[in-house]
């Protein structure tokens, strides 16, 4: 029987919006790898069908993110102090892992409610961005986030009095309570269809023989909206509320293994997507086209080609 997901949403997507943001840069790609293989396995102990496998899975994504954990701390306590978002992030998920009941009883750090795609360590090229909140901002998050609770709890607005008279001339009056005023519905945040169609999906791939495609999804998917379908030469993914369905439905180019593919989600809001890894038959060749279209044909053939008049056979990763 499957088992309820062991962190809670807010911290398994900070943890997928830092990942995401650390493999928009080759050279902090690989910090990314620790959060991703930890959060898999917690997928995997959700999806679990019996205690020994939930307990062995759990085990793998602690030692995971232990891991992710070591590295981040080298970043987060230089002076630049980069990545200190998913370094706190990653030691809050291991303490929930680990002892549940220990962690819900430590008070949340200030500065806990800052937006933390925000508080990210790096800038859009890559290069080190300083965290641009000072403590009176992060006081004025902390804050509002307070407000903003006390205004969502459900509170009774002032009573009327019924007033009736009596046949003698007398007046008397009776408290009669008036309804609590629900919170309004959060606001839908908008999916760019229009994007989504002209570019359905990115892929690429990286040194170690994984190829990552990502889809653009709606900001409220969930995991029954998605099918995924792996084949040793094909792939399909269809999401509702996506407007082409599928989404893609064609041959790879390349073969991969179909026992070792998965797919998760990632990010929050209007950047959640799809992810989904596949793994090369050949670890070490290089993709030329993810397809086996026109495109991804004629790519192939000029990569045979060049590689024909080189002499050196598949090209080699890092030569």
């Known amino acids: 029987m499957p088992f309820a997901y062991a962190l809670p949403d807010d911290i398994k997507e900070a943890l997928e919006g830092q990942s995401a943001e650390m493999k928009t840069d080759k050279f ?4 990314a790898k620790g959060i991703d293989a930890g959060l898999r396995f917690l997928k995997e102990e959700a999806e679990a069908f019996d205690s020994v496998s939930a307990k062995e899975y759990r085990k793998q994504a602690i030692k995971m993110l232990e891991e992710a954990e070591t590295e981040l701390e080298k970043a987060a306590n230089s002076d630049l102090r980069l990545w200190y978002v998913a370094y706190e992030k990653t030691k809050e998920a291991i303490m929930i892992l680990k002892d549940p009941a220990k962690a819900a009883a430590v008070p949340k750090k200030p500065g806990s409610h800052v937006p933390v795609v ?3 360590g790096m800038g859009v090229r890559g ?3 300083l965290t641009p909140y000072t403590a009176a901002d992060i006081a004025a998050a902390d804050a509002a986030e307070a407000i903003k609770a006390a205004a969502a709890a459900p509170s009774a607005m ?8 009596s046949k003698d001339g007398t007046m008397s009056s009776q408290t009669v309570p008036t309804p609590t005023m629900p919170p ?23 040194d170690e023989g994984s190829v990552i495609v990502s889809v653009p999804v709606p900001a409220d998917a969930q995991k029954s909206d998605v099918t995924v379908v792996f084949g040793s030469t094909h792939l399909k993914v269809t999401v509702k509320g996506h407007p082409l369905q ?23 809001g209007a950047k959640r997507k799809l992810v989904a890894t596949l793994e090369k038959v050949t670890a070490e060749q290089q993709w030329a086209h993810l397809i086996e279209n026109a495109e991804g044909k004629k790519a192939k053939e000029i990569q045979a080609m060049a590689e024909s008049i080189e002499g050196i056979g598949l090209k080699q990763w890092g030569s």
């Open 28 to 31: 902090w790609r690989d910090l």
């Open 118 to 120: 925000a508080q990210g």
């Open 127 to 129: 290069g080190p961005s």
């Open 158 to 165: 002032p009573a009327a009095a019924a007033v009736t008279w």
């Open 184 to 206: 309004p519905p959060p606001a839908k945040i908008p999916f760019d269809e229009a994007a989504a169609r002209a570019n359905p999906y990115k892929w690429e791939q990286d």
């Open 246 to 268: 599928p989404v893609l439905d064609a041959a790879l180019l390349y073969p991969v293994r179909t026992n070792s593919c998965s797919w998760s989600f990632e990010g929050a």
